[in-house]
């Protein structure tokens, strides 16, 4: 549970991949690299993905499509309108029927329980695309965003051997702040970074309802972990709080999510009032005391109530790189899920 170093091995062909693209057109030495390079897996060839989304996306539907071809395979887009789930045909029905003419679900649904009812019931692997709880391929994304920046943290540059993006960057253990709703984005990072020796600091409002949920924190529980006020414990304690100055403190990233989830549209004058200072800005990093070269991050759609301006498109900000991950990322999970997870049962099986 407590590993500080997290290996990806498996998103190597993908992230030489994205290094081509990076070395497109630039002389004798990105030619020399795209020599090196391989092509992606084909293992969606022939193959099928069905995306079933309930709710909008632009990111991670585009990465999905995207993936799906550069892989060898197509991605179905089966949006609420299309299809008959959960309106004319149960979830269980629905998963059974397309598990048995595509190779794996992609799904974004509503309430957390639809996804586990179509993992119950399809025959085929079923990943996450976004639930009321959880965000998970987003966290990969910013992991993977992270270490393509571990230059900002680490104090000695990476030596001249190093091959980036194959050999993932080391971190060092990162102080990560989180400001705002405690949404499905955070709640992956609850679950992720603590155990990779990254101290996690998160600050929202006062009110029930910002709490972190149930299921969440029995989850985080289960894991070892813990959360609550107190300061000066190891990573394995989440520090939880209501102000957003004592969250940021000593912080390298700061990150924040929307604070009108989709779904929420009709609480959004309250919830404008309930966050009011919750803004990620220079003078609140500044205040609060957060490292001097602290990056920003945001899995976006972004509104500029949750970060100004000047934070957002600043030299702080990761944005858009950890966008452009997302693409990468879920392209290694649909090859390694949907494209060979017939090659690893025992991950399944987990
Ligand atoms: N970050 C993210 O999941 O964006 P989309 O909702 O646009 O897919
Ligand atoms: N918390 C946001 C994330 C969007 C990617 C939502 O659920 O709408």
């Known amino acids: 549970h407590h590993q500080r170093r997290f290996s990806l091995p498996w998103l190597a062909p993908f992230l030489l991949q994205k290094q081509d693209g990076e070395f497109k057109g630039k002389g004798k030495k990105s030619k020399e690299k ?6 992606p897996s084909q293992s ?18 585009v990465s999905a ?8 395979g197509r991605a179905l887009f089966l949006g609420r309108e299309d299809i008959q789930l959960g309106v004319n045909e149960s979830l269980r029905d629905s998963a059974r029927v397309i598990g048995g003419m595509c190779q794996g679900i992609f799904a974004r649904v509503g309430e957390h329980e639809e996804i586990e009812e179509l993992a119950a019931h399809s025959p085929v692997p079923v990943l996450n695309a976004l639930s009321s709880l959880w965000h998970p391929t987003q966290i990969l994304a910013d992991l993977l965003t992270l270490h393509d920046h571990a230059h900002l943290f680490n104090p000695t540059p990476p030596s001249s051997s190093s091959k980036p993006y194959v050999d993932l960057a080391p971190l060092p253990p990162l ?5 705002g709703d405690s949404t499905n984005v955070l709640h992956d990072m609850l679950v992720t970074y603590p155990r990779l020796g990254h101290h996690l600091r998160v600050a929202t409002p006062a009110k029930e309802a910002y709490q972190c949920p149930k299921p969440i924190r029995e989850r985080v529980e289960s894991l070892g972990l813990s959360i609550g006020e107190e300061e000066g414990k190891g990573p394995g304690h989440i520090v939880w709080t209501e102000d957003p100055r004592v969250a940021v403190k000593g912080a390298d990233v700061v990150v924040t999510d929307t604070w009108i989830s989709m779904g929420q549209e009709d609480e959004k004058a309250q919830r404008l009032c309930d966050f009011a200072g919750y803004q990620v800005t220079e003078a609140l990093c500044k205040e609060g005391g957060a490292k001097e070269n602290w990056a920003f991050m945001h899995c976006l759609p972004r509104k500029a109530e949750e970060v100004d301006d000047e934070v957002f498109y600043g030299p702080r900000s990761l944005v858009f790189p950890e966008n452009d991950n997302r693409k990468w990322t879920i392209m290694a999970l649909f090859d390694l899920l949907f494209g060979k997870w017939d090659l690893y049962p025992e991950m399944l099986a987990q």
């Open 34 to 39: 795209r020599e090196q390079l391989r092509m």
């Open 44 to 61: 969606l060839f022939n193959k099928s993905v069905a995306l079933l989304f309930s709710k909008r996306s632009t990111r991670t539907r």
């Open 65 to 72: 499509e995207t993936s799906a071809v550069l892989l060898g």
């Open 175 to 179: 102080t990560i702040a989180w400001l």
